[in-house]
C-alpha cells in the first residue's frame, strides 16, 4: 500500500519561504494533496496536483512534484504567522487518502 | 458555507466504558469518512460509507468499533469498550461522491480516556 513521509518540523522567519517535502511509494495516486491543520481543528484542503502536472501555482502555494523520484513539495512564498499550522500531504489509493505523518510548521516575527 | 458538523467536540471517558460520537456531513454528500488522528500523526482511515452502506471497514476495530449511517446522512461512531490506546481524535469528513472528490473535514472529537 501507499507509504507517506515528510519531516517533522520546518521554522522560518516571517516573509522569507517555507518549504515542506514529501516522500510518497505509490505512483498510482492519481492526485496529491496539501492540508493544513491548525491547532485542534480539522483538516483543510489547501491545494491539489494531478499526477501527470509537475507544478501547479495557486497565489502563494506552489506545489511541485517530480514523479521519478516520488517526491512532492509545497512552497509558501512570504510566508505569515498565521501560516502555522501542521501541513499533510496525501495520496489517494481508489478514493481513500492516505496521510503522511505531517510537518509543524513554525513561523517566528 | 456548509460544514461538516460532529459532536462532542471533547471526551473525557474512563476505560472499559462506552463512548460515541456524530457526525452531520454537508448536505447532499453520499461519501462519509471516519478518520482517527492519533497525536503526532495523520489521519488514518476507520470506516467510509457510501449514502448507508459501508465501502471500506478494513482499519475498523470490529470487536469494540461499531459504525452506523442508518439513512444515508448522518453517522454514529461507538467504542465499547473504550481502552486508554483509544485516545485520539475522531474527524468525520465527507464527500459529494466516493474517489477523486474533495474531502471536507469536520472539527473532530477530541477524545480522553482515563
Known amino acids: 500500500g501507499e507509504d507517506v513521509e515528510q519531516s517533522l518540523f520546518l521554522s522560518v522567519r516571517e516573509g522569507d519561504s517555507s518549504v515542506i517535502n514529501c516522500t510518497y511509494t505509490?505512483?498510482?495516486?492519481?492526485?496529491l494533496y496539501w492540508y493544513k491543520q491548525e491547532p485542534g481543528a480539522g483538516l483543510q484542503l489547501l491545494t491539489y496536483?494531478?499526477?501527470?502536472?509537475d507544478m501547479k501555482q495557486d497565489q502563494r502555494l506552489t506545489v511541485l512534484l517530480n514523479k521519478k523520484d516520488k517526491h512532492l513539495s509545497l512552497r509558501i512564498a512570504d510566508t505569515q504567522t498565521g501560516d502555522s499550522a501542521i501541513y499533510f500531504c496525501?495520496?489517494?489509493?481508489?478514493?481513500?487518502?492516505?496521510f503522511g505523518q505531517g510537518t509543524e510548521l513554525s513561523v517566528k516575527p | 458555507e456548509a460544514e461538516v458538523a460532529q459532536s462532542p467536540r471533547y471526551k473525557i471517558t474512563e476505560k472499559s466504558q462506552a463512548v460515541a460520537f456524530w457526525c452531520d456531513p454537508i448536505?447532499?454528500?453520499?461519501?462519509l469518512y471516519w478518520y482517527r488522528q492519533i497525536l503526532g500523526q495523520g489521519p488514518e482511515l476507520l470506516v467510509q460509507?457510501?449514502?448507508?452502506?459501508?465501502?471500506?471497514d478494513s482499519q475498523l476495530p470490529k470487536d469494540r468499533f461499531s459504525a452506523e449511517r442508518l439513512k444515508g446522512v448522518d453517522s454514529t461512531l461507538k467504542i465499547q469498550p473504550a481502552e486508554l490506546g483509544d485516545s485520539a481524535m475522531y474527524l468525520c469528513?465527507?464527500?459529494?461522491?466516493?474517489?477523486?472528490?474533495?474531502?471536507?473535514f469536520g472539527p473532530g472529537t477530541r477524545l480522553t480516556v482515563t
Open positions: 448536505s447532499g454528500h453520499a461519501t
Open positions: 505509490d505512483s498510482s495516486s492519481t492526485y
Open positions: 460509507f457510501q449514502d448507508e452502506s459501508v465501502v471500506d
Open positions: 496525501a495520496g489517494n489509493q481508489g478514493g481513500k487518502l492516505i
Open positions: 496536483i494531478f499526477s501527470n502536472m
Open positions: 469528513a465527507s464527500s459529494f461522491e466516493q474517489g477523486l472528490y474533495e474531502q471536507y
